[in-house]
């Protein structure tokens, strides 16, 4: 079955680091965009950026560049988030997804990751 | 602008149609796809390709995009079609994703 299996749910302070995963499996890794997706709570879906693991192509959205980083580890078929200083607003669920082609629709996504940030 | 306008919420009585429309200037010309997402749940593609559906979709859920609208139609609605319903595209001029705002739909 293919699918992208989501590192668990985070606890951590203001100011820390953090870096959360994305796995997955039953599929060419290095052939699919991994895009990732937050959720505030009660509230919809913003896309963060994206990237094609095959040559480590990045987009982000504007509202998220420079505040975050995505990567990706083709070897171990798994894609990564992280945040240098995490602020309280940080707070959410975060969904990774994978979408073959950029104008193809993101067909499978993962389970999601809550990132909890105390301030 | 890669805005995205989607109605808040759309209330449907079960058996009945809902349309949830997706507006952007000339998104016709754009490729879009609908998510469901219920509660606590991560997000389904239900159409892509404007109107198509992927495998395991219901024919109740059907797609359509033309001039400055793209709309996601279901059919016969179910108690269990309550969900959040979002659109999205890529926006070529940009190279980014991008969402609507999402719609809840409410069956009544």
């Known amino acids: 079955e293919v699918q992208l299996v989501q590192s668990g749910a985070e606890v951590k302070k203001a100011g820390e680091s953090l870096k959360i995963s994305c796995q997955g499996s039953?599929?060419?890794?290095?052939?699919?965009?991994i895009g990732w997706v937050r959720q505030m709570s009660g509230k919809g879906l913003e896309w963060m950026g994206a990237?094609?693991?095959?040559?480590?192509?990045?987009r982000y959205s504007p509202s998220f560049q420079g505040q975050v980083t995505i990567s990706a580890d083709k070897s171990i078929s798994t894609a990564f988030l992280q945040w240098s200083s995490l602020k309280a607003s940080d707070t959410a669920m975060y969904y990774c997804a994978r979408n073959q082609e950029r104008v193809d629709a993101s067909d499978i996504w993962g389970q999601g990751t809550m990132v909890i940030v105390s301030s | 602008s890669y805005v995205l306008t989607q109605p808040p919420s759309v209330s449907v009585a079960p058996g009945k149609t809902a349309r949830i429309t997706c507006e952007r200037n000339n998104i016709g010309s754009k490729t879009v796809h609908w998510y469901q997402q219920k509660a606590g749940q991560a997000p389904v593609l239900v159409v892509h390709y404007d109107s198509e559906r992927p495998s395991g979709i219901p024919e109740r859920f059907s797609g359509s995009n033309s001039g400055n609208t793209a709309t996601l139609t279901i059919s016969r609605v179910e108690a269990g079609d309550e969900a959040d319903y979002y659109c999205q595209l890529w926006d070529s001029s940009s190279d980014l994703w991008v969402f609507g705002g999402g719609t809840k739909l409410t069956v009544l």
């Open positions: 039953e599929y060419t890794f290095r052939k699919y965009w």
């Open positions: 990237i094609y693991p095959g040559d480590s192509e990045i």
